[in-house]
Structures are given as structure tokens and as C-alpha cells.
């Protein structure tokens, strides 16, 4: 119950607020900063099933059933929350051996993914494979801004970017893929061509935090976490090397994070990085909070093991 002082405080708030118009009314909402639930996967490598009771170090983790199970509680919990994934959605069990892939993009379409980015296994069976999983069973985008695939199957199958409204808040999502060269046969990249990923991921996170107005900026990287050798691009060059990117979710290395990297950015701004390992046996979850004047900050990270006692 209020005492009579605080009572004639926010009546007296209530009232100015009322008085002076919806401006005012509009920034009281921010008084209570706005929530938003990042949940994340990369490398999940068609590990549909937990890892079998054998004795090993991954026995009985992971799992489609375990990863719903979860999603869906925090989904009930939690009212602003978005999915993605960072690539190498295909290839590591017979499933992807058998079906090519198209139990995996069912799977993330039933769990409602909200995008995902290019790994370089996601080549393995061919574009053209990779394009028809995508069109027949994607609900979901697939973004990856460096690949052009002009006169490939997979043309018009992605896209570089998407805008996600959430609640107030805008939220810019966009894709980087790893060099083929190396990694992928040159029968399977075809005439596709890679483009630094540098100078087109400040293209791109400038235009979403100028031009499309976000909130937050978020890449989802197929790079890697960080890496020895000086002449490759990883999360953490990409991270120091750009200007507008809030939050990189990674993938390709399998690295395992407790907690996000933080870096600075080209203007001194902070840049996070975060991944979680392989196979789906973690699902990765990011609590942020906007106000109008604290900015916007990580509330919470949490690294969840997956299982199916886990997802209940």
C-alpha cells in the first residue's frame, strides 16, 4: 500500500503527464526499461537426437525435444524474445547423410526460428539442395550479406539483412559467411562470390542503424571467434573493425563462451561477442534492456545445457 506521501507524488506526476500531452506520456514509458530475450544456436551440425548414453563427455545432451522444451518455457515467460542461429545447420549425423537436410530446416521451422546465417557445411549436398530445403520448408530467412549468388540456385534465396519489431523496439539482424576457398569445393561454391566481409558489414550495419532507425544491430557471423593467423577475418577482427554492430553471435570454431566477449569498436563503442559451442548442446540466452536513458545493456547471459530432462 502506498503512504500518503508517495500517493501524492505519482498522483501529482499522473496529472503533469496527463496535462502536458502524449510527448510527455510517451517518454514516462521509459521509465521502465524495455526487455528483449536474444536465444542462440550455431553449429548444431544435424544433431536432431541428445548424444547417445555411451559414456561420453556429450552423453545425453542436446537434442531437437530438449531445445523446444526450453524455448518454448522461455517463450512463455519472457514477452520480447527472438531466435537465430549462426550456420552449419547440416552435416555430423545420417540424418543429414539421408535426408539432406530437410529434417533440419523442418525442425528449426517448428521451433520458430526467427533467421539464420550460411555455414560452409551448409554446401555439403549442393546450392541447389540447399535452396529447395530452403523453399520448400524454411518459415525463416536465411542472411548472409558478403556471398553474392547471382547465377547459382541459391539466387534470391537469401537476403543480407531484416528488420524485427519488437514491441518499440527495432531490432536489425544481418548475415556474414566464412571464405569458401579452403573450406568448401569449388563444385559446391560454384560461381559464387565472396566479398569481404569487412567494409560489407559496416555497408550493412550502417544502413540499419541510420537508415533503418534500430535500436540494436546484431551479425550473425559464420567467421569464427578468433584465430592465430593475422590474414583471417574472425568475430573478434570484425568486432574491433566496425562501427555500428551491437552484438555478433558466432559460429564455425565450436567455441564454448561462459560469458560474452566484449570488445571495442571503431569508435570506442562496445561491441559483444558470444557463441555456443556445437551440436545444439547449449542454447545460448541474452536478457537486454532498453531506456531512453541508459541506452541499452546486457541485463543477464546465460549459457543453458540442453537435454531432454532439461527441456522437460
Do not use: W
Not at 501529482?12 to 514509458?29: D, F, N, Q, R, Y
Request: hydrophobic residues 35%.
Amino acid at each position: 500500500m502506498l503512504n500518503r506521501k508517495k500517493f501524492i507524488q505519482q498522483a501529482a506526476l499522473s496529472a503533469g503527464a496527463i496535462m502536458a500531452g502524449p510527448s510527455v506520456l510517451k517518454a514516462a514509458e521509459y521509465f521502465n526499461p524495455l526487455k528483449l530475450t536474444i536465444l542462440h544456436t550455431n553449429d548444431t551440425h544435424s544433431r536432431l537426437e541428445p548424444f547417445p548414453m555411451d559414456g561420453g563427455r556429450n552423453q545425453g545432451l542436446g537434442g531437437i525435444a530438449g531445445r523446444a522444451g526450453l524455448i518454448n518455457k522461455i517463450r512463455s515467460e519472457e514477452e520480447h524474445v527472438l531466435l537465430f542461429d549462426a550456420g552449419d545447420i547440416f552435416q555430423g549425423t545420417p540424418y543429414f547423410n539421408i535426408y539432406k537436410g530437410e529434417p533440419e530446416i523442418k525442425a528449426m521451422t517448428n521451433l520458430g526460428y526467427d533467421a539464420c546465417t550460411i555455414g560452409n557445411h551448409d554446401f555439403d549436398a549442393g546450392m541447389e539442395n540447399l535452396a529447395t530445403q530452403l523453399t520448400r520448408h524454411a518459415k525463416f530467412p536465411m542472411l548472409v550479406a558478403n556471398y553474392d549468388f547471382t547465377n547459382t540456385p541459391m539466387e534470391n534465396k537469401s537476403q543480407p539483412y531484416k528488420v524485427f519489431k519488437k514491441g518499440k523496439l527495432k531490432i536489425g539482424v544481418f548475415g556474414i559467411g566464412i571464405e569458401g576457398k579452403g573450406l568448401i569445393p569449388d563444385s559446391l561454391f560454384g560461381a559464387t562470390k565472396y566479398l569481404d566481409p569487412l567494409p560489407k558489414a559496416n555497408e550493412v550495419a550502417d544502413r540499419l542503424k541510420k537508415y533503418e532507425d534500430c535500436d540494436m544491430v546484431i551479425c550473425l557471423s559464420h567467421l569464427g571467434n578468433k584465430y592465430k593467423e593475422s590474414n583471417l577475418v574472425s568475430d573478434e577482427v570484425l568486432a574491433k573493425e566496425t562501427e555500428n554492430i551491437d552484438l555478433i553471435i558466432g559460429g564455425h570454431t565450436h567455441t564454448f563462451l561462459d560469458d560474452p566477449i566484449q570488445y571495442k569498436n571503431k569508435k570506442g563503442d562496445d561491441v559483444m561477442v558470444n557463441q555456443v559451442g556445437f551440436a545444439g548442446i547449449i542454447l545460448g540466452r541474452l536478457d537486454f534492456e532498453f531506456s531512453k536513458f541508459s541506452g541499452k545493456k546486457l541485463a543477464k547471459s546465460h549459457t543453458i545445457s540442453v537435454s531432454q530432462k532439461t527441456g522437460g
